[in-house]
């Protein structure tokens, strides 16, 4: 499984209609054959940034995506609408916590 993290960060008066659009887009990504599930992450104290989390069966998987017409019709879109250019981590998970029962 590969772990994919990306950091967006929004002009301030476009993070609203970036968080309108994933709405419409969110199910697409989520959905995509070899997605295993994806989250979306916002900063408390610089509510200009968010962060995708998203879990992928594997490197193929989500070269299949970011090729696909799907990536296609979504980072054109909000491309425009970054403050800073956009940052991102593929990384394989060592420990989770959060599978331990307390």
């Known amino acids: 499984m590969l772990i994919r993290i990306v950091q967006l960060h929004f002009q301030e008066d476009k993070i609203d209609d970036f968080l309108i659009f994933f709405e419409t887009v969110k199910d697409k990504v989520n ?3 070899g997605c295993l599930g994806m989250k979306l ?3 408390l104290n610089t509510p200009t940034i968010v962060m995708t989390y998203s879990h992928w069966e594997n490197e193929e998987a989500l070269k299949n995506y970011r ?7 979504i980072w054109p879109k909000i491309k425009p609408w970054f403050a800073e250019k956009p940052q991102a981590w593929s990384v394989n998970e060592h420990f989770n ?3 331990i029962n307390h």
């Open 67 to 73: 090729t696909s017409e799907t990536f296609g019709q």
């Open 41 to 43: 992450l916002r900063d």
């Open 97 to 99: 916590g959060f599978e």
């Open 31 to 33: 959905d995509f054959p």
